[in-house]
């Protein structure tokens, strides 16, 4: 698929399940999706992507879970380049404090679990569209 109207996305969740349920959602709108299960393995891909990882380039959208052992998604977002990568934080806890933290990480969009695959989709097709400046 071409760079020009590509739309990739990494999603980042510790739970399999959860990452599998999310690519099923997006592959079936013609999405690329790759895979991270924490935030370590996240920012490596993020950082080693040459134009020819597993999305066929960075992702222009990043799904991001707020709860993973070890590093958690809010310490993620804030090491993401935001002017690259618009960032959906997809959380089971949707209290104030995490949408606020999530918030001043540069979240650009948050969903809480559970989820419909009508309402990931949106929040991904809104984002996508939406291309950061580069």
């Keep these: 698929m071409p760079a020009a109207g590509r739309r990739a996305v990494l999603v980042v969740d510790d739970d399999d399940r959860v990452r599998a349920v999310v690519r099923a959602v997006l592959e079936a709108d013609d999405f690329e999706v790759a895979e991270a ?7 490596a891909l993020l950082a080693a992507d040459d134009g020819h990882g597993e ?14 052992p070890g590093m958690d998604g809010i310490e993620v977002c804030r090491q993401v380049d935001h002017t690259t990568t618009k960032v959906l934080m997809l959380t089971a806890r949707e209290d104030l404090a995490t949408r606020d933290a999530s918030a001043a990480a540069g979240a650009d969009a948050f969903l809480a679990k559970p989820f419909s695959a009508v309402e990931l989709l949106d929040a991904i097709e809104r984002l996508s569209a939406d291309e950061p400046a580069v």
């Design 37 to 43: 299960a924490d935030g370590p393995s996240a920012l």
């Design 55 to 68: 999305a066929g380039g960075r992702p222009n959208v990043l799904v991001l879970d707020v709860m993973m």
